[in-house]
Nanobody, 125 residues
Framework: QVQLQESGPGLVKPSQTLSLTCTVS??????????WSWLRQPPGKGLEWMGV???????WYSPSLKSRTTFSRDPSKNQFSLQLSSVTPEDTAVYYC?????????????????WGQGTQVTVSS
């Protein structure tokens, strides 16, 4: 059974870097054709796709977040991570990690076959 679990601090101060990790079980993050995304949902708004890391470690980022976003992975721990720098209160959201078959650059829920439960991150001083 595939499971994804986000972890990280729930409160980040403005201008700092937000760091989250998604721990995957039931499938290797290096499995061919599987891709691993981060999405977020600010309060009162829709889902926003942030970026994706492929089975070979290549990354693609949302153009609107590219300058502040870094994805990484640790295959030995079956984890992939998100770093978002220079955060502001507008980065307050529920952050999700999700799995798809093939690279997806979309916020459409049906394009992903597994999701983490989501983790609330608040940016506030």
């Amino acid at each position: 059974q595939v499971q994804l679990q986000e972890s990280g601090p729930g409160l980040v101060k403005p201008s700092q870097t937000l760091s989250l990790t998604c721990t995957v079980s039931g499938v290797s993050i290096t499995t061919r054709y599987h891709a691993w995304s981060w999405l977020r949902q600010p309060p009162g708004k829709g889902l926003e796709w942030m970026g994706v890391i492929g089975d070979d470690g290549r990354t693609w980022y949302s153009p609107s977040l590219k300058s502040r976003t870094t994805f990484s992975r640790d295959p030995s721990k079956n984890q992939f991570s998100l770093q978002l720098s220079s955060v502001t209160p507008e980065d307050t959201a529920v952050y999700y990690c999700a799995k798809s078959i093939f690279i997806r650059a979309t916020r459409e829920v049906y394009e992903y076959d597994y999701w983490g439960q989501g983790t609330q991150v608040t940016v506030s001083s």
